[in-house]
Structure formats: structure tokens, C-alpha cells
């Protein structure tokens, strides 16, 4: 069984940066693919971002692809977004997810419970 925490969400200027963390329970934290995903009000959850287990692979959907980096620390179990030149359209519950597979395909079993990011002019 593996718990995710997200944290650093909040209020962020139009221009601004974020950086999410995700920390997770559970001792298989290393062996599953990390994804980031995001629901804007009224909207259906889209993906954002995915990083490979061992960290040295990640990929961005195209809206987010240059304004964003994924890191992760498997000693410390987190995994960190950071997103720059934030727009309104950024704005939504971000949400840490889990799971085994191989890159680029992960089956999710784990997801957070979010934290909301709001970007305001």
C-alpha cells in the first residue's frame, strides 16, 4: 500500500512559479513511475507531467513541456513538481499519482488527494 501527500499549493500570481511536492508512504516508492495531474474547475482531470522510476526520464504535456521540471528523491519517497510563467489556465487541484509498469506506461493504483493551485492576475 502506498499513501501520497501532495503540498505547496496555493494562491500564485499570473508570471509566478509553483513547486508541488508529493511525499509517499510505502517502501516500493522507487520501483513506480510518478505522475502529476491536474482537475480545473469544471473540468475532467488532465495529465501534466510523468517522471520514470529511477528519475532520469520525464515528459510534459505539450501545454506544460518548458515551463516545467519533475524531480524526484527515492530516499526521501517525494517527488517534486515546479512549474514557471504560470497562467490562469494553471489553475485547478493538483494530484500526485502512482503505480507500476515501463516507460511511458504506468497503471496509476496510488493517487493523493490533491492540493489546489489558484493563479490570479
Known amino acids: 500500500q502506498v499513501q501520497l501527500v501532495e503540498s505547496g499549493g496555493g494562491l500564485v500570481q499570473v508570471g509566478g512559479s509553483l513547486s508541488l511536492s508529493c511525499t509517499a508512504s510505502?517502501?516500493?516508492?522507487?520501483?513506480?513511475?510518478l505522475a502529476w495531474y491536474r482537475r480545473a474547475p469544471g473540468q475532467e482531470r488532465e495529465f501534466v507531467g510523468r517522471?520514470?522510476?529511477?528519475?532520469?526520464?520525464?515528459y510534459f504535456t505539450n501545454d506544460v513541456d518548458g515551463r516545467g521540471t519533475m524531480s524526484r528523491d527515492n530516499a526521501k519517497n517525494t517527488v517534486v513538481l515546479q512549474m514557471k510563467r504560470l497562467k490562469p489556465e494553471d489553475t485547478g487541484v493538483y494530484y500526485c499519482?502512482?503505480?507500476?509498469?515501463?516507460?511511458?506506461?504506468?497503471?496509476?493504483?496510488?493517487w493523493g488527494q490533491g492540493t489546489q493551485v489558484t493563479v490570479s492576475s
Open positions: 499519482a502512482a503505480g507500476p509498469g515501463d516507460w511511458p506506461n504506468y497503471q496509476y493504483q496510488y
Open positions: 510505502g517502501r516500493t516508492f522507487n520501483k513506480f513511475g
Open positions: 517522471i520514470s522510476p529511477g528519475g532520469g526520464l520525464t
